[in-house]
């Protein structure tokens, strides 16, 4: 197990669209480890393979108020969405520090393989369907604050960078 480095916004790699996991065998098993561990350790709810310079269709989350639900998602589709939308503050892990209202479907039904390579269907609503949508979004290139106007976006472009700088003089 090891603790990976996850990129901050506005890092270009996460604009990488994921290709597909070909083949759910012992490094994608390790790499899902892996990014367990670090999700855990940086207190997220979840984290896609992008935000961890991996562009694979691979994500992991745990909505769990014990944090000891994981689910992983690999190769996930989204395969209903319900029309009903809900907006809430959202964070990231590649965006720290930095949360804002974003709209999503309250429900959603995604098809992907877990773990050890089977193929399950799971519907979501609430917090996980929102955080399914988020880390899925991670594995098209797109970070939450793409959602906000072109003015929020900056500002939080500028505070990234400035605290990146701020960081690498230390």
């Given at each position: 197990m090891a603790l990976l480095s996850i990129l901050t916004y506005p890092d270009p790699r996460l604009h990488t669209v994921a290709k597909p996991v070909q083949a759910v065998d012992a490094r994608v098993r390790s790499l899902v480890?892996?990014?367990?561990?670090?999700?855990?350790?940086?207190?997220?709810?979840?984290?896609?393979?992008?935000q961890v310079d991996v562009h694979e269709r691979l994500i992991v989350i745990d909505t769990s108020e014990e944090r000891n639900q994981p689910l992983v998602l690999i190769n996930p589709e989204i395969t209903w969405a319900s029309e009903d939308k809900q907006v809430g503050d959202e964070g990231c892990l590649s965006v720290p520090g930095i949360y804002d209202?974003?709209?999503?479907?309250?429900?959603i039904k995604v098809r992907a393989l877990d773990g050890d390579g089977k193929s399950r269907e799971i519907s979501a609503e609430g917090i996980l369907a929102v955080c399914i949508q988020h880390e899925m979004d991670h594995l098209m290139g797109k970070v939450f604050v793409e959602y906000l106007s072109p003015l929020k976006r900056n500002r939080i472009k500028t505070k990234m960078l400035k605290a990146r700088r701020d960081t690498e003089r230390v």
């Open positions: 480890t892996d990014m367990l561990e670090t999700m855990y350790e940086a207190n997220g709810i979840g984290l896609a393979a992008t209202g974003v709209e999503r479907s309250s429900a």
